[in-house]
């Protein structure tokens, strides 16, 4: 049976697939396997996920397995999305710092690729890992910890699956909260430039979409925490005027596929993602690039995209703009410090994309961009490596849960081993 990944760009090679429903099945199936790449969400547009012989699900294995309020902590089976995970902490008054903009992404896929919302003041989705449980190349379950097990923690904790399947992790939480969304119409791109850190900085998730032609972007969305005393939202926010009625960040998308706008507060969880749940997120027919560079080159790095524009208009959806936190793990792109991320949603036309897409890498060169390790890309692994100091580090890490290369396959054998 053919399998292709959620956008329809990527048919899989892998002629197998597992599914397990406990750790015990899925320690027999590793047990037996020459070669297995674990299958979580199908939401990577890279091969990542890939195999030359067998993938392994873990969508049944979609529990939440401990909830400890007083510790701040929740532990999760392997398979569970945010989606699901989401409406169990708000029902016991808890959430998560951050969330992607879709919800329906595995909560151990997002961390694994390093995958991030918004928040100048927020990392990536795997900073709210506090401990790991990763079943090795023999089958073994081995639990890692932030506590205990410190800098090889950090190495695992974006791991890119090379390690085994991630049968289980341990999360922090807090206590529930309230979101107001709002977008504004009408930001130009020099204010966005020239204020780039006051806008970002000015609620706790910011996205700024835009097509890079014209003076103006398309849209500032900004998602405020509230609280009974919070004033009312801006009717106008660096120059640009809120919408009086729902957007979706594609021009012509449904406004009805996201969730709630025009300064509603509602939970977290219904605010923080741009799309909701029970609709199908964004397009589905696309292909997404994305590089994040280190924030203090935002304006620099806008100026040299914004002479892309006419260029990209014939397969560019969008393009959207978010901030990370910098962290401390290894294959992070924010190991370097806060981050920029420049985001493109592409048609579904691979071979245009590959004509486009080493300008747009060019002009992000000088400021030292690095992709999302989910999303396509056309930069020399030799160039990606050089920004990742602990890399060597990594894959003495990786061999040491899998000495033969069970886990690996094309992908990571010419990303991260420069092997292939």
């Known amino acids: 049976m053919t399998r292709t990944n959620w956008a329809g760009n990527l048919t899989y090679q892998a002629r197998d697939l597992h599914r ?48 400890d309020a007083g510790a701040s902590r929740v532990r999760v089976e392997g398979g569970i999305r945010y989606g699901d995970l989401a409406p169990a902490l708000q029902a016991r008054g808890l959430a998560l710092a951050n969330l992607a903009s879709l919800p ?36 073994d379950v081995v639990r890692l910890s932030r506590e205990a097990d410190g800098d090889s923690f950090a190495g695992a904790a974006v791991g890119l699956g090379a390690l085994g399947p991630v049968v289980g992790l341990t999360l922090e939480v807090e206590p529930t909260y309230d979101v107001r969304q ?14 780039f ?30 609280t009974s005393d919070t004033p009312a939202p801006l009717s106008e926010a660096f120059g640009a005027t809120a919408a009086r009625h729902a957007m979706h960040p594609l021009p ?23 799309f909701r749940m029970e609709f199908t997120p964004s397009n589905g027919a696309e292909i997404q690039a994305e590089f994040f560079v280190p924030r203090e080159e935002a304006a620099r790095a806008i100026a040299a995209l914004r002479p892309h524009g006419e260029r990209l208009a014939p397969i560019l959806m969008i393009s959207e703009i978010r901030t990370i936190a910098g962290d401390d793990l290894w294959l992070s792109p924010a190991h370097r410090g806060p981050q920029v991320a420049f985001h493109f949603t592409f048609h579904r036309d691979w071979e245009a994309i590959r004509a486009v897409l080493p300008a747009i890498e060019a002009s992000l060169a000088p400021f030292g961009a690095l992709p999302h390790w989910g999303k396509v890309t056309t930069m020399a692994p030799d160039r990606i490596a050089r920004h990742f100091p602990r890399l060597e580090a990594f894959r003495d ?24």
């Open 20 to 67: 397990a429903a406990d750790i015990a099945q899925v320690q027999e199936i590793v047990a037996g396997a020459r070669k297995l790449r674990v299958l979580g969400s199908r939401h990577s547009f890279s091969a990542i996920a890939d195999c030359s012989d067998a993938q392994l699900s873990l969508e049944q294995m979609n529990r939440v397995i401990a909830l």
């Open 104 to 139: 329906h992404i595995s909560v151990v896929g997002a961390a694994a690729t390093a995958t991030h919302g918004s928040g100048s003041e927020t990392g990536n989705l795997a900073t709210a890992v506090t401990a790991m449980d990763i079943v090795n190349a023999s089958g």
């Open 182 to 195: 709002t977008v504004y119409a009408g930001l130009s791109h020099d204010v966005l430039a020239t204020e």
């Open 197 to 226: 850190e006051a806008i970002f900085a000015s609620a706790k998730s910011v996205s700024v979409f835009t097509d890079w032609r014209g003076p103006d972007a398309n849209a500032l969305w900004r998602k405020e925490r509230v």
């Open 252 to 274: 012509g998308g449904a406004a009805g596929d996201c969730t709630e706008q025009l300064g509603r507060a509602g939970p977290w969880h219904e605010r923080l993602p741009h």
């Open 397 to 420: 890490l990786a061999r040491s849960f899998d000495p033969e290369g069970k886990f690996r396959n094309d992908f990571l054998d010419r990303m991260v081993f420069g092997t292939a």
